[in-house]
């Protein structure tokens, strides 16, 4: 302890605060992913709201984007509306054209590229450039690129957000959720940190901590993994469309190739029109596809999903169902395999044509 009596950032002081195991992951993950400091949190949830909370005060406007992971617009809906917090939710694809959107009262741009479910690419360093200009903070939520794949400070992010739980982590055993921060985020971020308490325990960190050392094998596995499923996928008659950023013909490629070292392994696809239950033969009847909402392991999953009810700034139609894979640390010949057979599954379980009387 100082004479001043102000702590010193990774000082062993309560273990709320942290322990030398947090410190460690902290001081790696703010290194890795090029910001300036680190803060771990019990989930990836509780690092979101951290990062808001920092920021924002009873009378501010949010600005959050229409694709962020469901629970982050939840936050902008509920809880934060409920301290006197509005919002605007806003279209992914709106780049500069944010301008239009601020507000005198704006101190919060959310965003979060690609984006959860539908894998929009936001154009960052533009979007950034006019956030800063009024004075507000950009946060953004960096999970899918792991903090390996995207430096979000160099593309003008204040704050980056990592649900721990899911790459860095990366064995699906855990719970974690990371704040970096450039130096002038620091403060509010570390008061924000301090009066929530949602602090992780040394086991957690410790997890984390291992995860980050076998991050980079795992994602050039998963990615290309990835990859390979979903060029697989865009072939199939089934399929209307891949949602993939690193696929060339898909409209954020440009974005990803400019802003992204490279590919996680999470993705969507759009299949072409076809009854509920035929999806879920296809989904249920997988052997290597789990079925599971958090990614980022070392297993493949397949879940439906269901953005024309959740989006608000773009059309998703309902006829057309929507699936979210991800790709774990099996054999991608396995997986194609595990895939044919499904579409064989969704293909018979299709109603048959009336065939006509001669
Ligand atoms: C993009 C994204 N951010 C944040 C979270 C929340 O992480 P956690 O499950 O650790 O609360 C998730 C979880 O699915 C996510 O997909």
Not at 57 to 67: A, F, I, R
Not at 199 to 223: A, F, H, I, N
Not at 244 to 272: M, Q, T
Request: glycine content about 10%.
């Amino acid at each position: 302890m100082k004479k001043s009596g102000k702590r010193e950032f990774g000082e062993v002081f309560y273990g709320r605060h942290g322990t030398p195991t947090t410190f460690a992951l902290q001081d790696t993950v703010a290194r890795v992913e090029g910001g300036w400091r680190s803060f771990a949190f019990s989930s990836g949830k509780a690092a979101i709201l951290a990062a808001l909370m920092g920021f924002l005060v009873s009378g501010d406007h949010l600005l959050m984007v229409d694709s962020a992971y469901g629970p982050s617009r939840e936050l902008a809906k509920g809880l934060l509306k409920r301290f006197g917090v509005t919002h605007t939710l806003y279209d992914p694809l709106i780049g500069a054209g944010i301008e239009e959107l601020m507000q005198p009262n704006t101190r919060v741009v959310f965003t979060e590229s690609p984006g959860s479910i539908t894998f929009e690419m936001q154009d960052m360093p533009a979007i950034a450039k006019v956030a800063h200009k009024a004075g507000a903070t950009v946060i953004t939520d960096n999970t899918w690129a792991s903090p390996l794949l995207c430096d979000p400070f160099s593309l003008g992010a204040d704050v980056s957000v990592q649900a721990g739980t899911k790459y860095i982590v990366g064995h699906s055993d855990a719970m974690l959720g990371m704040v970096t921060v450039n130096e002038k985020s620091y403060e509010p971020v570390k008061q924000a940190f301090e009066d929530l308490g949602a602090s992780p325990g040394p086991d957690d960190c410790y997890l984390g901590l291992r995860g980050m050392r076998t991050l980079s094998v795992r994602l050039e596995r998963q990615g290309k993994t990835g990859l390979k499923l979903a060029r697989w996928l865009a072939k199939r008659p089934e399929v209307a469309r891949v949602l993939h950023p690193a696929l060339p013909d898909d409209p954020g490629y440009k974005i990803w190739r400019r802003d992204f070292k490279g590919a996680s392994g999470l993705f969507g696809v759009v299949l072409n029109p076809v009854s509920e239950k035929a999806v879920a033969a296809l989904l249920d009847g997988f052997e290597l596809f789990g079925m599971g909402y958090s990614w980022g392991g070392y297993e493949s999953l397949a879940i439906p999903t269901y953005p024309h009810k959740i989006r608000e700034t773009s059309e998703w139609d309902p006829a057309f169902p929507c699936l979210r894979f991800h790709a774990g640390l099996e054999h991608p010949d396995d997986l194609i395999a595990d895939l044919e057979k499904g579409f064989e599954r969704l293909n018979k379980a299709k109603p048959r044509k009336a065939k006509k009387r001669g």
